[in-house]
C-alpha cells in the first residue's frame, strides 16, 4: 500500500497552488459587499450597471474557464496561470483607476478573463498522487470558502480608508504576489497527463449534459450564486439604512460569517455521517427562500443580523455540499467534466445575478431584490424536490501495472466489478489506472486491495 503521507513537493504544491486559488477569490469578493455603496462617485452609474460590474466577471469565467483548461494542456499549465493572473492584474488596475461604470465594467470582465481555475487544479493533479489527490482537493475548496469570509470582511475595511480604487489595487498586488508564488514556491511540473477525475473530456459532455440529476446539481449552483450576486446590490444599503455606518459593514459581515460557518458545520456532519444529504439539501433551499423573502422587510438592526446568519448559514452549506453530490454522482471517470459543467453554471449564475439584482432595484426598489431573489429560491425548491437521493460513493483510482495490456484488461475490468461494494469501473489503459465508483460501508477494501497488488493507489472522494 502506498502511503498517503504527503511528500515535501505535494505539500508545496498544495500550499501554493491554494493561496493562489484563494488570493484570486479574495479579490474577485472583496468588491461584493462595497461596489454599490461607492457607486455614486461614478459617471453613468445606475443600479442596473452596478449589477452589471458586480456580475461581470462571471460571464468571461463562463466563456474561458473551459478552453483555459484544455489549452493548459498543450502549452503547459504555468504558463497558462501566469497568463490569468496577468489578466487578472490588469483587470484590477484598470478598475482602480476607472471614473465610470463603464470602466469598473470592463475591469471586473478582464479580471473573470484570467479563468484559470480548471488550470490550477490541473497543475495540482500533476503534482500529486492519486492517494493523495482527494485531500488535496478538500484543501482548495476550504480555501475558497476561506477566502470569501475575508472578502466580506476585508472589502468594507479597504474601502472605508482607501475607497473603491483602494480595493482593486489591493486586488492587483493579490495578483503580482500571486506570480511570485506560481514561480518561487509551486515546484515544476511533471509531464503533463490526462486527470479524469479533474479536467474535461469533451467526449463525455454530452452524457453528462444528458444526466437529470447532475443538471439538477447543475441549476443549484447557478441558483446559488445568481442570488448571492443580486444581494449584493441592496445588502450594503440595508445596513446602511438601519444604522450601520459604512466603516462598521466589515465587523457585522465577521460576525455573520463566522457564526455562519459554525452553524454550518454540524449541518455538513449531519448530511455526510448520518446520509442525510437530501434532506438537509432541500432544507437549506427552503430556508434560504425564507430568509430571502423575511429580508424584504427587515429594516432594522436585529432582524436584519438574524436573517443574513441565516442567509449565509444556508449559502455555506449548500456551497460546501453540492460539490460533494456532484462527486457522488458523476460516473466513474467522468467527474472532471460533470465538475466544469457545474463550475461554468456557477459563473453563468453569477453575471446574470448581478444584472437581475440591478434591474429589480432599478425598476421596483430594494425590497424587490430580495423577494425576487425569494422567488428565484422557490422555483429552485420545486425543480429539485423530486430529486433522487444521492448513492454515497466514494471515488477510488487504482495504478495500472505497465505491463496490462489486451484480454489482460477486460479481465481485470470484470473482477474488480465482481468485488463487493465496487459500483462502477471505467478502465483507461493510456491513463494506465482504472477509475472506480465505490461504496465504502459495502466495499470488501481486502479483495480489492488484492486486486490491485503492490500498484494498488486509490483516493477516497
Not at 502549452?75 to 465610470?100: E, P, Q, W, Y
Not at 479536467?199 to 447557478?222: E, H, T, Y
Not at 467527474?335 to 429589480?360: D, E, P, R, V
Request: proline share 3%; glycine share 10%.
Amino acid at each position: 500500500m502506498v502511503s498517503r503521507l504527503l511528500l515535501a513537493t505535494e505539500r508545496r504544491a498544495i500550499i501554493g497552488l491554494a493561496s493562489l486559488y484563494a488570493s484570486r477569490m479574495l479579490g474577485l469578493f472583496m468588491v461584493l459587499p462595497v461596489l454599490a455603496l461607492y457607486a455614486d462617485d461614478l459617471a453613468g452609474a445606475t443600479p442596473l450597471l452596478v449589477g452589471l460590474a458586480l456580475g461581470g466577471y462571471g460571464l468571461t469565467q463562463a466563456i474561458l474557464q473551459i478552453p483555459f483548461g484544455l489549452l493548459s494542456d498543450r502549452i503547459g499549465r504555468k504558463v497558462v496561470i501566469a497568463l490569468g493572473l496577468v489578466l487578472f492584474m490588469l483587470g484590477s488596475v484598470v478598475a482602480a483607476m476607472a471614473d465610470s461604470i463603464a470602466w469598473i465594467i470592463a475591469g471586473r470582465c478582464l479580471q473573470g478573463s484570467g479563468a484559470v481555475a480548471a488550470a490550477i487544479m490541473a497543475l495540482l493533479a500533476d503534482q500529486t498522487r492519486e492517494q493523495v489527490r482527494t485531500a488535496a482537493m478538500a484543501t482548495i475548496g476550504l480555501s475558497i470558502g476561506v477566502a470569501f469570509a475575508i472578502a466580506m470582511v476585508l472589502g468594507p475595511l479597504l474601502a472605508s480608508h482607501f475607497g473603491l480604487s483602494g480595493v482593486f489595487w489591493f486586488t492587483a498586488l493579490l495578483a503580482a504576489l500571486g506570480l511570485l508564488v506560481l514561480w518561487h514556491l509551486v515546484p515544476a511540473a511533471p509531464r503533463r497527463l490526462r486527470h479524469r477525475d479533474v479536467g474535461l473530456d469533451r467526449n463525455q459532455m454530452k452524457a453528462m449534459l444528458g444526466r437529470s440529476d447532475l443538471l439538477r446539481l447543475d441549476l443549484s449552483i447557478f441558483s446559488l450564486h445568481l442570488i448571492l450576486m443580486a444581494i449584493f446590490v441592496a445588502v450594503p444599503f440595508r445596513l446602511l439604512g438601519a444604522g450601520i455606518p459604512i466603516e462598521r459593514h466589515g465587523v457585522v459581515y465577521l460576525g455573520v460569517m463566522a457564526l455562519a460557518f459554525v452553524g454550518m458545520v454540524p449541518l455538513v456532519i449531519v448530511a455526510e455521517k448520518k446520509r442525510r444529504m437530501k434532506g438537509i439539501f432541500l432544507g437549506a433551499v427552503a430556508a434560504m427562500a425564507a430568509c430571502l423573502m423575511a429580508l424584504g422587510t427587515a429594516t432594522t438592526v436585529v432582524p436584519l443580523v438574524l436573517l443574513l446568519f441565516g442567509f449565509f448559514t444556508a449559502f455555506n452549506l449548500l456551497e460546501a455540499t453540492l460539490p460533494s453530490m456532484i462527486s457522488k454522482m458523476a460516473p466513474a471517470g467522468a467527474k472532471g467534466t460533470a465538475m466544469g459543467i457545474y463550475s461554468t453554471s456557477q459563473f453563468l449564475g453569477a453575471f446574470l445575478g448581478g444584472i437581475l439584482g440591478g434591474a429589480l432595484a432599478q425598476d421596483f426598489g430594494l425590497d424587490a431584490v430580495f423577494y425576487g431573489c425569494g422567488l428565484v429560491a422557490l422555483i429552485w425548491l420545486t425543480a429539485v424536490w423530486g430529486m433522487p437521493t444521492p448513492r454515497y460513493l466514494s471515488s477510488e483510482v487504482v495504478a495500472l501495472d505497465p505491463d496490462t495490456h489486451g484480454d489482460a484488461l477486460d479481465t481485470l475490468l470484470e473482477r474488480f466489478a465482481e468485488v463487493a461494494g465496487v459500483e462502477d469501473v471505467l478502465v483507461v489503459p493510456e491513463e494506465r489506472v482504472v477509475y472506480l465508483k465505490v461504496d465504502r460501508q459495502r466495499l470488501d477494501s481486502d479483495a480489492l486491495a488484492r486486486i490491485a497488488g503492490s500498484r494498488h493507489d486509490h483516493e477516497g472522494a
